[in-house]
Protein backbone atom coordinates (compact mmCIF):
# COMPACT_ATOMS: atom_id res chain seq x y z
CA UNK A 1 0.00 0.00 0.00
CA UNK A 2 1.68 3.31 -0.64
CA UNK A 3 2.80 5.59 1.85
CA UNK A 4 -0.77 8.57 1.10
CA UNK A 5 -3.49 5.66 0.99
CA UNK A 6 -1.51 4.05 4.58
CA UNK A 7 -2.05 7.93 5.58
CA UNK A 8 -5.82 7.77 4.78
CA UNK A 9 -6.78 4.47 6.28
CA UNK A 10 -5.34 5.80 8.97
CA UNK A 11 -6.99 8.94 9.22
CA UNK A 12 -10.40 7.02 8.85
CA UNK A 13 -9.68 5.10 12.14
CA UNK A 14 -9.32 8.16 13.52
CA UNK A 15 -12.48 9.23 12.55
CA UNK A 16 -14.25 5.81 13.24
CA UNK A 17 -12.85 5.95 17.31
CA UNK A 18 -14.42 10.06 17.37
CA UNK A 19 -17.74 7.94 16.07
CA UNK A 20 -17.16 5.32 19.33
CA UNK A 21 -16.38 7.89 21.39
CA UNK A 22 -20.43 9.25 20.78
CA UNK A 23 -21.05 6.48 21.70
CA UNK A 24 -19.57 5.14 24.40
CA UNK A 25 -18.56 8.53 26.29
CA UNK A 26 -20.86 10.19 28.64
CA UNK A 27 -23.05 13.12 26.84
CA UNK A 28 -21.75 15.47 29.62
CA UNK A 29 -18.03 14.65 28.32
CA UNK A 30 -15.39 16.42 26.14
CA UNK A 31 -15.44 14.71 22.80
CA UNK A 32 -11.15 14.56 21.10
CA UNK A 33 -13.24 16.23 18.40
CA UNK A 34 -13.52 19.40 20.39
CA UNK A 35 -9.96 19.39 20.63
CA UNK A 36 -9.02 23.82 19.81
CA UNK A 37 -5.18 24.68 19.69
CA UNK A 38 -4.08 28.02 20.16
CA UNK A 39 -2.43 27.82 16.47
CA UNK A 40 -3.25 25.37 13.96
CA UNK A 41 -1.50 22.47 14.08
CA UNK A 42 -1.30 20.95 10.62
CA UNK A 43 0.49 18.16 11.05
CA UNK A 44 -1.80 16.99 14.44
CA UNK A 45 -5.08 17.91 11.69
CA UNK A 46 -3.64 15.56 9.28
CA UNK A 47 -2.93 13.14 11.65
CA UNK A 48 -4.75 10.15 12.87
CA UNK A 49 -3.96 10.49 16.62
CA UNK A 50 -6.71 12.41 18.67
CA UNK A 51 -6.48 15.72 19.92
CA UNK A 52 -5.71 14.84 23.97
CA UNK A 53 -3.60 11.64 23.51
CA UNK A 54 -1.14 13.84 21.29
CA UNK A 55 -1.24 16.51 24.37
CA UNK A 56 -0.32 13.47 26.95
CA UNK A 57 2.46 12.61 24.28
CA UNK A 58 3.47 16.01 24.03
CA UNK A 59 4.10 16.73 28.03
CA UNK A 60 5.55 12.88 28.58
CA UNK A 61 7.52 13.94 26.12
CA UNK A 62 8.47 17.63 27.65
CA UNK A 63 11.83 18.54 29.44
CA UNK A 64 9.48 19.35 32.82
CA UNK A 65 7.97 16.36 32.72
CA UNK A 66 11.46 14.49 33.42
CA UNK A 67 12.41 16.88 35.81
CA UNK A 68 9.88 15.56 38.24
CA UNK A 69 11.43 12.59 39.52
CA UNK A 70 13.57 15.30 41.73
CA UNK A 71 11.04 17.44 42.67
CA UNK A 72 9.66 17.86 45.96
CA UNK A 73 5.99 16.72 46.85
CA UNK A 74 5.84 17.76 50.72
CA UNK A 75 9.31 16.69 52.21
CA UNK A 76 12.52 17.87 51.09
CA UNK A 77 16.29 17.36 52.46
CA UNK A 78 15.15 14.04 53.00
CA UNK A 79 16.73 10.25 51.73
CA UNK A 80 14.03 7.72 51.82
CA UNK A 81 13.60 5.82 48.85
CA UNK A 82 9.93 5.18 50.06
CA UNK A 83 9.08 9.16 50.42
CA UNK A 84 6.72 10.63 47.52
CA UNK A 85 8.03 12.77 45.07
CA UNK A 86 6.17 15.06 42.59
CA UNK A 87 6.67 12.24 39.69
CA UNK A 88 4.67 9.54 41.77
CA UNK A 89 2.37 12.10 42.89
CA UNK A 90 1.20 13.39 39.31
CA UNK A 91 0.72 9.53 38.33
CA UNK A 92 -1.49 9.01 41.26
CA UNK A 93 -3.45 11.66 40.41
CA UNK A 94 -3.70 10.26 36.72
CA UNK A 95 -4.66 6.97 37.57
CA UNK A 96 -7.07 8.30 40.49
CA UNK A 97 -8.84 10.37 37.78
CA UNK A 98 -8.83 8.23 35.08
CA UNK A 99 -10.60 5.46 37.23
CA UNK A 100 -13.21 7.82 38.11
CA UNK A 101 -13.80 9.28 34.70
CA UNK A 102 -14.26 5.15 33.19
CA UNK A 103 -17.48 5.11 35.52
CA UNK A 104 -18.48 8.59 34.95
CA UNK A 105 -18.36 7.77 31.12
CA UNK A 106 -15.55 10.98 31.27
CA UNK A 107 -12.95 11.60 28.60
CA UNK A 108 -9.13 9.71 29.50
CA UNK A 109 -7.03 11.20 27.01
CA UNK A 110 -8.29 14.84 28.68
CA UNK A 111 -7.94 13.64 32.54
CA UNK A 112 -4.59 12.39 31.55
CA UNK A 113 -3.05 14.73 29.98
CA UNK A 114 -4.66 17.33 32.63
CA UNK A 115 -3.28 15.02 35.24
CA UNK A 116 0.31 14.93 34.36
CA UNK A 117 0.53 18.40 33.31
CA UNK A 118 -0.82 19.96 36.22
CA UNK A 119 2.34 20.53 38.45
CA UNK A 120 5.03 20.96 35.94
CA UNK A 121 5.45 24.45 36.89
CA UNK A 122 6.33 23.75 40.85
CA UNK A 123 9.30 25.31 42.16
CA UNK A 124 12.17 23.02 44.00
CA UNK A 125 11.56 22.49 47.55
CA UNK A 126 7.44 22.33 47.09
CA UNK A 127 5.26 24.71 48.31
CA UNK A 128 7.91 26.15 50.89
CA UNK A 129 9.74 27.15 47.49
CA UNK A 130 6.88 28.91 45.98
CA UNK A 131 6.17 30.87 48.85
CA UNK A 132 10.08 32.21 49.02
CA UNK A 133 10.07 32.70 44.86
CA UNK A 134 6.61 34.34 45.01
CA UNK A 135 8.01 37.43 47.42
CA UNK A 136 11.38 37.55 45.98
CA UNK A 137 9.25 37.83 42.33
CA UNK A 138 7.19 40.79 43.97
CA UNK A 139 9.83 42.72 45.23
CA UNK A 140 11.63 42.16 41.30
CA UNK A 141 8.98 44.13 40.33
CA UNK A 142 7.21 41.03 38.46
CA UNK A 143 3.96 39.65 39.45
CA UNK A 144 3.34 37.23 42.37
CA UNK A 145 4.49 33.46 41.34
CA UNK A 146 1.97 30.50 41.49
CA UNK A 147 2.55 27.17 39.95
CA UNK A 148 -0.42 27.13 38.31
CA UNK A 149 0.40 29.58 35.69
CA UNK A 150 4.17 28.36 36.25
CA UNK A 151 2.75 25.41 34.69
CA UNK A 152 1.25 26.79 31.63
CA UNK A 153 4.25 29.14 31.44
CA UNK A 154 6.38 26.40 30.45
CA UNK A 155 3.98 24.51 28.30
CA UNK A 156 3.38 27.31 26.28
CA UNK A 157 6.44 29.25 26.23
CA UNK A 158 9.16 28.23 27.62
CA UNK A 159 9.35 24.54 26.39
CA UNK A 160 11.14 23.93 22.85
CA UNK A 161 13.40 26.61 23.75
CA UNK A 162 10.52 29.09 23.43
CA UNK A 163 7.93 27.38 20.73
CA UNK A 164 5.71 25.75 23.36
CA UNK A 165 4.10 22.17 22.66
CA UNK A 166 0.22 23.98 21.11
CA UNK A 167 -1.66 21.63 23.58
CA UNK A 168 -5.27 22.37 23.61
CA UNK A 169 -7.23 24.74 25.48
CA UNK A 170 -9.21 22.28 27.70
CA UNK A 171 -5.70 20.41 28.53
CA UNK A 172 -4.78 24.08 29.69
CA UNK A 173 -7.70 24.95 31.24
CA UNK A 174 -7.53 22.15 33.59
CA UNK A 175 -3.89 22.46 34.73
CA UNK A 176 -4.53 26.44 35.39
CA UNK A 177 -7.52 25.50 37.24
CA UNK A 178 -6.67 22.66 39.12
CA UNK A 179 -6.07 24.56 42.75
CA UNK A 180 -6.24 21.32 44.55
CA UNK A 181 -5.78 22.83 48.05
CA UNK A 182 -9.08 24.54 47.63
CA UNK A 183 -11.79 22.55 49.21
CA UNK A 184 -14.54 22.14 46.85
CA UNK A 185 -17.65 19.94 47.71
CA UNK A 186 -19.04 19.88 44.20
CA UNK A 187 -17.52 21.86 41.18
CA UNK A 188 -19.58 22.53 38.33
CA UNK A 189 -17.64 23.86 35.28
CA UNK A 190 -17.82 26.56 33.38
CA UNK A 191 -18.42 25.94 29.96
CA UNK A 192 -17.63 27.36 26.68
CA UNK A 193 -14.87 29.22 27.46
CA UNK A 194 -12.23 30.29 24.59
CA UNK A 195 -8.65 31.48 24.65
CA UNK A 196 -9.39 34.96 25.32
CA UNK A 197 -11.09 33.55 28.36
CA UNK A 198 -8.13 31.83 29.29
CA UNK A 199 -5.72 34.34 28.83
CA UNK A 200 -7.73 36.95 30.79
CA UNK A 201 -8.26 34.23 33.59
CA UNK A 202 -4.08 34.22 33.73
CA UNK A 203 -4.26 37.77 33.98
CA UNK A 204 -6.40 37.96 36.73
CA UNK A 205 -4.51 35.29 38.37
CA UNK A 206 -1.46 37.15 37.96
CA UNK A 207 -2.99 40.35 39.44
CA UNK A 208 -4.64 38.31 42.32
CA UNK A 209 -3.48 34.64 43.47
CA UNK A 210 -6.70 34.59 45.40
CA UNK A 211 -8.92 34.59 41.79
CA UNK A 212 -10.94 31.28 41.97
CA UNK A 213 -10.60 29.79 38.98
CA UNK A 214 -12.95 27.02 37.73
CA UNK A 215 -12.68 24.29 34.94
CA UNK A 216 -14.27 24.35 31.66
CA UNK A 217 -14.60 20.61 31.73
CA UNK A 218 -16.10 18.05 33.86
CA UNK A 219 -12.97 16.54 33.31
CA UNK A 220 -10.68 18.93 34.49
CA UNK A 221 -13.11 19.63 37.55
CA UNK A 222 -12.64 15.50 38.46
CA UNK A 223 -8.22 16.05 38.37
CA UNK A 224 -8.87 19.12 39.98
CA UNK A 225 -10.92 16.67 42.98
CA UNK A 226 -8.82 13.65 42.52
CA UNK A 227 -5.53 15.94 43.24
CA UNK A 228 -6.90 16.22 46.88
CA UNK A 229 -7.89 12.29 46.62
CA UNK A 230 -4.10 11.28 45.53
CA UNK A 231 -1.88 13.63 48.30
CA UNK A 232 -4.14 13.15 51.97
CA UNK A 233 -3.57 9.94 52.84
CA UNK A 234 -0.12 9.37 51.24
CA UNK A 235 1.07 12.04 52.97
CA UNK A 236 0.04 11.05 56.08
CA UNK A 237 1.79 7.69 55.18
CA UNK A 238 4.58 9.70 54.51
CA UNK A 239 4.79 11.68 57.69
CA UNK A 240 4.25 8.30 59.76
CA UNK A 241 6.90 6.43 57.87
CA UNK A 242 9.34 9.69 59.02
CA UNK A 243 8.19 9.37 62.44
CA UNK A 244 6.53 12.98 62.39
CA UNK A 245 2.91 11.44 63.76
CA UNK A 246 1.51 7.84 64.22
CA UNK A 247 -1.53 6.64 62.88
CA UNK A 248 -3.44 7.02 66.15
CA UNK A 249 -2.93 10.86 65.82
CA UNK A 250 -5.51 10.63 62.87
CA UNK A 251 -8.88 12.15 63.79
CA UNK A 252 -11.33 9.89 64.97
CA UNK A 253 -14.32 11.47 62.85
CA UNK A 254 -12.46 11.66 60.11
CA UNK A 255 -10.94 8.15 59.86
CA UNK A 256 -14.34 6.67 60.94
CA UNK A 257 -16.02 7.91 57.56
CA UNK A 258 -12.73 7.47 55.46
CA UNK A 259 -10.25 5.39 57.63
CA UNK A 260 -6.81 4.71 58.63
CA UNK A 261 -5.02 4.48 55.53
CA UNK A 262 -3.77 5.45 52.46
CA UNK A 263 -5.36 2.49 50.71
CA UNK A 264 -8.84 2.76 52.27
CA UNK A 265 -9.12 6.79 52.06
CA UNK A 266 -8.66 6.69 48.83
CA UNK A 267 -11.05 3.97 47.91
CA UNK A 268 -13.50 5.64 49.94
CA UNK A 269 -13.03 9.01 48.41
CA UNK A 270 -13.19 7.47 45.06
CA UNK A 271 -16.62 5.84 45.82
CA UNK A 272 -17.87 8.41 47.25
CA UNK A 273 -17.18 10.89 43.92
CA UNK A 274 -18.45 7.56 41.58
CA UNK A 275 -22.30 7.53 43.13
CA UNK A 276 -22.55 11.30 43.80
CA UNK A 277 -21.50 12.50 40.30
CA UNK A 278 -22.62 10.05 37.98
CA UNK A 279 -24.71 11.16 35.14
CA UNK A 280 -24.42 14.43 36.93
CA UNK A 281 -23.27 17.74 35.54
CA UNK A 282 -21.04 18.49 38.43
CA UNK A 283 -18.56 16.33 40.20
CA UNK A 284 -19.09 15.96 44.15
CA UNK A 285 -18.76 14.42 47.26
CA UNK A 286 -21.95 13.60 49.64
CA UNK A 287 -21.66 16.40 52.76
CA UNK A 288 -20.40 13.46 55.12
CA UNK A 289 -17.21 12.77 53.00
CA UNK A 290 -16.61 16.75 52.32
CA UNK A 291 -17.00 17.03 55.98
CA UNK A 292 -14.61 14.35 56.88
CA UNK A 293 -11.94 15.21 54.14
CA UNK A 294 -11.69 18.92 55.42
CA UNK A 295 -11.27 17.86 58.71
CA UNK A 296 -8.39 15.61 57.37
CA UNK A 297 -7.05 18.38 55.28
CA UNK A 298 -6.64 20.08 58.40
CA UNK A 299 -4.73 17.68 60.40
CA UNK A 300 -2.62 17.51 57.67
CA UNK A 301 -2.31 20.92 57.69
CA UNK A 302 -1.54 21.28 61.66
CA UNK A 303 0.33 18.18 61.94
CA UNK A 304 2.11 17.55 58.77
CA UNK A 305 3.38 20.79 56.47
CA UNK A 306 3.24 23.31 59.03
CA UNK A 307 5.33 21.06 61.76
CA UNK A 308 8.54 22.39 62.80
CA UNK A 309 10.25 19.34 62.91
CA UNK A 310 10.22 19.62 58.75
CA UNK A 311 11.18 23.19 58.61
CA UNK A 312 14.87 22.96 59.81
CA UNK A 313 15.82 24.39 56.84
CA UNK A 314 13.54 26.72 55.48
CA UNK A 315 15.50 29.96 56.75
CA UNK A 316 18.74 29.20 55.07
CA UNK A 317 16.55 27.89 51.73
CA UNK A 318 14.93 31.04 51.48
CA UNK A 319 18.78 32.92 51.58
CA UNK A 320 19.80 30.65 49.29
CA UNK A 321 16.49 31.39 46.31
CA UNK A 322 17.75 35.06 47.22
CA UNK A 323 21.15 34.51 46.42
CA UNK A 324 20.50 32.53 43.33
CA UNK A 325 17.80 34.88 42.36
CA UNK A 326 20.18 38.06 42.77
CA UNK A 327 23.25 35.94 41.06
CA UNK A 328 21.60 35.61 38.11
CA UNK A 329 19.62 38.91 37.23
CA UNK A 330 23.43 40.45 37.70
CA UNK A 331 24.15 38.07 35.08
CA UNK A 332 21.58 38.63 32.42
CA UNK A 333 22.21 42.59 33.23
CA UNK A 334 26.24 42.24 32.61
CA UNK A 335 25.90 39.82 30.15
CA UNK A 336 27.69 37.09 31.66
CA UNK A 337 27.82 34.41 28.79
CA UNK A 338 30.01 31.81 30.58
CA UNK A 339 26.92 31.78 33.15
CA UNK A 340 24.51 28.80 33.82
CA UNK A 341 21.48 30.55 32.58
CA UNK A 342 22.90 31.51 29.62
CA UNK A 343 24.68 28.28 28.60
CA UNK A 344 21.64 25.94 29.78
CA UNK A 345 18.43 27.94 29.83
CA UNK A 346 18.92 30.69 26.96
CA UNK A 347 21.35 29.08 24.46
CA UNK A 348 19.25 28.82 21.40
CA UNK A 349 16.22 30.14 22.93
CA UNK A 350 13.65 31.24 20.88
CA UNK A 351 13.87 35.51 19.74
CA UNK A 352 10.42 36.00 20.57
CA UNK A 353 10.92 34.17 24.11
CA UNK A 354 13.74 36.86 25.12
CA UNK A 355 12.12 40.07 24.11
CA UNK A 356 8.53 39.15 25.66
CA UNK A 357 10.26 38.61 28.49
CA UNK A 358 11.72 40.93 31.33
CA UNK A 359 15.23 39.24 32.97
CA UNK A 360 13.73 38.64 36.09
CA UNK A 361 10.75 36.69 34.12
CA UNK A 362 13.40 34.77 32.92
CA UNK A 363 15.30 34.66 36.33
CA UNK A 364 11.88 33.07 37.83
CA UNK A 365 11.52 30.39 34.91
CA UNK A 366 15.20 29.23 34.84
CA UNK A 367 14.75 28.59 39.04
CA UNK A 368 11.11 27.12 38.82
CA UNK A 369 12.30 24.37 36.53
CA UNK A 370 15.13 23.32 38.44
CA UNK A 371 15.18 20.22 40.49
CA UNK A 372 15.96 20.13 44.26
CA UNK A 373 19.74 18.49 43.74
CA UNK A 374 20.20 21.14 40.74
CA UNK A 375 19.42 23.94 42.69
CA UNK A 376 21.54 23.18 45.37
CA UNK A 377 24.58 22.26 42.92
CA UNK A 378 24.19 25.89 41.96
CA UNK A 379 24.72 27.15 45.11
CA UNK A 380 28.21 27.84 47.05
CA UNK A 381 28.94 24.58 48.40
CA UNK A 382 29.52 25.78 52.40
CA UNK A 383 25.67 26.99 52.15
CA UNK A 384 24.08 23.96 51.66
CA UNK A 385 21.72 21.88 53.85
CA UNK A 386 23.25 18.76 54.36
CA UNK A 387 20.28 15.96 53.28
CA UNK A 388 19.41 13.84 56.29
CA UNK A 389 19.17 9.85 55.54
CA UNK A 390 15.93 8.66 57.91
Not at 38 to 55: I, K, L, N, P, T
Not at 309 to 323: A, G, P
Amino acid sequence: MKKFEKAKSLVKLKKMLDRQENQMLSPLATRNAQGIRRVQDERHDSSYRQAFAVDVDRILHSLAYARYIDKTQVFYLVKNDHITHRVLHVQLVSKIARTVGRFLGLNEDLIEAIALGHDIGHAPFGHDGERFLSVICRDNGIEPFHHNLQSVQFLEKVERKGKGWNLCLQTLDGILCHDGEIHSERLVPVAGKNFADFDAQIAAKRTDPGTALIPMTLEGCLVRMADTVSYIGRDIEDAIRLGLIRRSDIPGPAAEVLGNTNGTIVYNLVTDIILNSWQKPYIAFSPDVSSALLELKAFNLEYIYLNPKIKQHTVRIKKLFELLFDNYLSDIKYQRKSSVIFRQFLKDMDREYTEQHQPAEIVRDFISGMTDQYFLDQCPEDMRPRIKTV
